[in-house]
Nanobody, 119 residues
Framework: QVQLVESGGGLVQAGGSLRLSCAAS????????MGWFRQAPGKEREFVAD????????YYADSVKGRFTISRDNAKNTVYLQMNSLKPEDTAVYYC????????????WGRGTQVTVSS
């Protein structure tokens, strides 16, 4: 069973930055892609970014492209989300996710960390 624990959320003013971390345990970390998703109040959970097993390939939602950067440290079993130029519309609970199989859908989820951006 994979365990994912997010940290680094908080309250920040518009234009500010935060760095989220997700610590993974329970299986070999380096063999799998990892992703970040978010869910704002009253909205469905949406994709933010993901990264392949080596960190060589990343993919972003259009809404965060150029502002957010996903990265990973396989030696630390951790994936990061650096968020810059934050906007009030980035306010959401941010979730880390992992697939159950290589190339499979995201099926393991953390509990989330709250990010609030004030205007």
């Amino acid at each position: 069973q994979v365990q994912l624990v997010e940290s680094g959320g908080g309250l920040v003013q518009a234009g500010g930055s935060l760095r989220l971390s997700c610590a993974a345990s329970g299986r070999t970390f380096s063999g799998y892609a990892m992703g970040w998703f978010r869910q704002a109040p009253g909205k469905e959970r949406e994709f933010v970014a993901d990264i392949n097993w080596s960190g060589g390939n990343t993919y972003y939602a259009d809404s965060v492209k150029g502002r957010f950067t996903i990265s990973r440290d396989n030696a630390k079993n951790t994936v990061y989300l650096q968020m810059n130029s934050l906007k009030p519309e980035d306010t959401a609970v941010y979730y880390c996710a992992a697939p159950s199989t290589v190339g499979g859908p995201y099926e393991f989820w953390g509990r989330g960390t709250q990010v609030t951006v004030s205007s």
